[in-house]
């Protein structure tokens, strides 16, 4: 493997979230590029453009949906996931130096938690495959969230 492709920041400019956020909104975006961190990088773009927390889930949550049916993968999502993550996102985005470009946030993001296993330090996996975790928030099992 090559370890620069490893080091190399993902976006090099906020216009790379701009279209990766644009290209996953209108579908155009290959489902194997839609990756962790994709995720990662549009919920960002959502917390970082949004009002409150709650619209950028809402945000989130329906561009998922839209991106799933497209795809025919409707029966991946996980309300509890999705809200994990926007909730990780947005104490990262807190925290993180406002005056630094996005994609350079974005980037550090990445750098510090593109690993989806990071949810199941908080929850097993039996309880984010409940139907009840899929359809809506559950608090988690293992260990209450810190931030």
């Given at each position: 493997?090559?370890?620069e492709?490893?080091t190399?920041?993902?976006?090099?400019?906020?216009?790379?979230?701009?279209?990766?956020?644009e290209?996953f909104e209108?579908?155009?975006?290959?489902?194997a590029?839609?990756?962790?961190?994709?995720?990662?990088?549009v919920a960002?773009w959502?917390?970082?453009?949004?009002?409150?927390?709650?619209?950028?889930?809402?945000?989130?949550?329906?561009g998922?949906?839209r991106?799933?049916a497209?795809?025919n993968?409707?029966?991946?999502?996980?309300?509890?996931?999705t809200?994990?993550?926007?909730?990780?996102?947005?104490?990262?985005?807190?925290q993180?130096d406002?005056?630094?470009?996005?994609?350079?946030?974005?980037n550090?993001?990445?750098?510090t938690y593109?690993?989806?296993?990071?949810?199941?330090?908080?929850?097993s996996?039996a309880?984010?495959q409940t139907?009840?975790?899929k359809?809506?928030w559950?608090?988690?099992d293992?260990?209450?969230?810190?931030?």
């Open positions: 493997m090559n370890v492709s490893e190399r920041p993902r976006y090099l400019s906020d216009r790379d979230l701009e279209e990766l956020v290209s209108s579908c155009a975006l290959p489902p590029e839609f990756d962790h961190g994709a995720h990662l990088a960002l959502y917390l970082s453009r949004c009002p409150c927390a709650a619209t950028a889930a809402a945000h989130m949550r329906e998922l949906h991106f799933a497209h795809n993968a409707q029966g991946n999502y996980n309300e509890t996931l809200l994990f993550w926007i909730k990780l996102v947005r104490r990262f985005l807190a993180a406002a005056a630094r470009p996005l994609a350079e946030r974005a550090e993001l990445l750098a593109n690993n989806s296993k990071v949810a199941f330090e908080y929850y996996r309880r984010v139907p009840e975790a359809a809506s559950v608090e988690p293992l260990k209450p969230l810190d931030f």
